[in-house]
Structures are given as C-alpha cells and as structure tokens.
C-alpha cells in the first residue's frame, strides 16, 4: 500500500506526516506535485501510482480567492476532479478535505452532512465544486468537511491572536459568527480512525463532517486562546477582548454566520469525540515546546 499525502508543507498536511511518517508514505508538496497544473498532477499519480490518496492541499485564502476564482477553482475543484478519476481508473483511494464554507450559514441547526450547500463567497464555491466532482467519480474514499482549523504551525486564526496579544493590549473580535474550531491533530488523528472503520472498498464515497463536539463563535474562541496562553506562561500584553460585529469588521469575502457542522455521523465510527475546547487544550499540552 503505497499513500500520497499533498500539501505536505501546509498545517494539515504536516500533521499527517507527523502520524504515517516515511513508510510506503509519499509526502508532496506543490514542487512535486502542482494543483494547478494537470500536467503536473498526472505526472506525479503516474510515477508515484499511489494506492491511497490523502488530498490535503488546497486553495485556502478566503479573501484573496475573490480575486483569484479561476486559481481557486482549479486548486479546490479540478485537481480534486483529476485525483480522483486516475483513483477510480487505477482502483485507488482517495481521502479529501472540504469545508463548513460550502454552507450558507441561515440554518438555526448545526449542518448536517445532506443538508443543501449554498456557498457564499468564491472559496466555497470551489470547495463545493471539488466535493461534486468527488462524489460523481465514483471513486471508493470519504470526503471530509471540516471546520475553522489551526495548529501550531502555518496561517490560522490561533497563530494570527497568539501575535496580536504579544503585541496589543485590546483586541476586537466578532461575535456573531458560530462554528467548530478544530484542530489538525483532531482531523488527522480520526482521519487514520475511520480509515480502517468505514471499509472503503466496501461503501463508495461519502461525505462526512469531521469536527470535534459543540460549538462557539470567534470572540469566544479567542477568550479561550487567551486563558489557555496565559495558562502555560506565555508572556502577553492583552488584557481585554471586545466583542464587536461582523458588520463592524468588513472582509471582501462573505463568511457564514453559523458553519457549525453535526458529528453525529463521524460518532458512528469514532466514539467518545471530545469538545472543541478540550482538542483545544490538548493542543497546548502537546505543543508546549513551540509556544
């Protein structure tokens, strides 16, 4: 069994390293093997001819996709579109990550995995794209959705507060928007999960939220940030978060007011799936040495 893991230099790929390691594990990043170019694409599935397929690059910057649609939808959807149809013409695998963005965040509920998506910005349009090309390949794998990810390591809204509140006093965080923080470790971990619990050879794709249980909003995540940095002694100068709205805080891309995704489906096959904040906390107990 020989697996390929892209996006190897991105947080969630790194973290998969981190798991599989070097045996029969082949890790790429975009020199290997680039999303946005087939050619490159097909080149390295025909050298590497991997039996398993774990997809974790992609095109993340939400804002900068409004004016880059045409990039984001080649890195979210075509490439998605290529891995699997040389998956399903050489009998292989394919394990991919999409996001609680494909929603349009009017649900009083959390999101079910069957609920209609309605993208609202360009970066989930070509996330839904790339789950559609998925689930019409007919190639044996699972498509993840997952939520508001971080780690110690690359661009995530953890890293971007745990700057600001070395370097400023007050911060200004928005309140009225609600999900599932979750972190690469948690993915990663309950990916390998049900990898060997779903039999993919025997059930096809699907589609599955991947997020750990309960929900909050950014301001409350951010509070939470803050008591656990100050937890493990990191030196800051915050003192005090506000909450302020969404409307106060203008991005270029529309965001979700509620992206919180249900896990019920996940717990089927991974039991005893903690709260956000205590994959949070494990977080900073594994990491102590990076903070």
């Known amino acids: ?27 790429s990043d975009r020199s ?29 910057a939400v804002d900068h996709a409004e004016d880059e649609p045409k990039l984001a939808s080649k890195v979210n959807g075509d490439a998605v579109g290529r891995f699997c149809d040389w998956a399903f013409e050489n009998d ?45 390949s007919g190639v ?29 006093e007050e911060l200004s965080v928005i309140d ?8 690469c470790d948690f993915i990663a971990r309950n990916t390998l999960k049900l990898i060997n619990e779903y039999k993919l050879r025997d059930e096809g794709s699907k589609i599955i939220h991947c997020v750990p249980s309960g929900s909050t909003n950014w301001f409350e ?27 106060d805080y203008p991005q270029k891309a529309n965001r979700p007011r509620n992206s919180v995704l249900e896990n019920s489906v996940l717990s089927g096959f991974v039991s005893d799936l903690e709260n956000w904040s205590s994959e949070h906390e494990r977080l900073y107990a594994q990491n102590q040495g990076m903070l």
């Open 221 to 247: 995540f951010a509070k939470s940030i803050l008591e656990n940095l100050k937890n493990n002694n990191v030196e800051l100068i915050c003192k005090d978060i506000k909450p302020i709205s969404s409307k």
């Open 1 to 27: 069994m020989i697996t390929l893991v892209t996006g190897t230099n991105g947080q969630l790929g790194r973290t998969f390293k981190d798991y599989l390691g070097l045996k029969n594990v082949v890790h």
């Open 32 to 60: 290997v093997c680039d999303l946005s170019d087939k050619v490159s694409i097909s080149e390295c599935l025909d050298s590497i001819k991997p039996n398993r397929i774990i997809n974790c690059a992609a095109y993340t």
């Open 92 to 136: 292989a695998e394919v394990i991919h990550f999409s996001t609680d963005y494909v929603f349009d965040g009017t649900k009083s509920e959390a999101y079910l995995e069957e609920d209609k998506p309605d993208p609202q910005s360009v970066y989930g349009k070509s996330k839904l794209f790339g789950e559609e090309l998925f689930l019409s």
């Open 176 to 183: 009225d928007q609600f999900g599932v923080p979750t972190t």
């Open 140 to 168: 044996k794998g699972i498509c993840l959705r997952t939520s508001w990810v971080h780690s110690n390591f690359g661009k995530n809204f953890y890293l971007t507060m745990r700057k600001l509140m070395a370097e400023q």
